[in-house]
């Protein structure tokens, strides 16, 4: 399986953007996202399970943050609206085959809010 991310950038405070990731190969049950910020460990944002549409948050970006499907191109977006500078960081897909693992990741997307 590939994971191809893409849509990061640079993004005033307030702002918003969004990313998508395709995956090519074998079908997947779940897609999400991480992100790791310089100087601080890989953390979840959020995933979604491609047959149901049932997502998850982390608490710090649950209300600004929108996971989406689109099952017939294998592809997951995340809408991310009211950006802080805290969420700076690189972004990085993610993808299960429903073992409760992450299987495969993606290379990371930087995103970067600054005034």
């Known amino acids: 399986v590939q994971l191809q991310a893409f849509g990061g950038g640079l993004v005033q405070p307030g702002g918003s953007l969004t990313l998508s990731c395709a995956a090519s190969?074998?079908?997947?049950?779940?897609m999400g996202w991480f992100r790791q910020a310089p100087g601080k460990e890989r953390e979840f944002v959020a995933d979604i399970n491609m047959n149901v549409g049932y997502s998850y948050y982390s608490e710090s970006v649950k209300g600004r943050f929108t996971i989406s499907r689109d099952n017939a191109k294998n592809t997951v977006n995340l809408q991310m609206n009211t950006l802080k500078f805290e969420d700076t960081a690189v972004y990085y897909c993610v993808a299960g085959r429903g073992t409760g693992a992450w299987d495969y990741w993606g290379q990371g997307t930087q995103v970067t809010v600054s005034s």
């Open positions: 190969g074998l079908s997947v049950s779940t």
